[in-house]
Nanobody
């Protein structure tokens, strides 16, 4: 069973930068979308940034221009560079990786992996 391990979270002050990493425990065949989500206290999980197999990216409006997602397929890894952090960025950040073939029954990719998350806390 593939496991995703996130790291790089921690305490930061507003305006600081952090870089999150997510690495798979083993090689993943047919990597598709890789993404970061976050869940703040009392909030629903939201998509922060995603990157597809062609390198196309999309970001939540709230992080556009401050966060950058990247991936290294050879390392089965995805990263999130977070600059100019704000207190509202405080959340548990979770890595998501989708892989395999498209499944009509799932209406999505065959495999959907999640990490346990890394906490980011930003003080003002």
């Amino acid at each position: 069973q593939v496991q995703l391990v996130e790291s790089g979270g921690g305490l930061a002050q507003a305006g600081w930068s952090l870089r999150l990493s997510c690495v798979a425990s083993e090689s993943i065949v047919k990597l598709r979308s890789m993404a970061w989500y976050r869940q703040g206290p009392g909030k629903q999980r939201e998509l922060v940034a995603a990157i597809n197999s062609a390198g196309g990216t999309n970001y939540a409006d709230s992080v556009q221009g401050r966060f950058t997602i990247s991936r290294d397929n050879a390392k089965n890894a995805v990263y999130l560079q977070m600059n100019n952090l704000k207190p509202e960025d405080t959340a548990l950040y979770l890595c998501n990786v989708q892989a395999g073939d498209y499944s009509p029954s799932y209406e999505g990719w065959e495999y959907d992996y999640w990490g346990q998350g890394t906490q980011v806390t930003v003080s003002s």
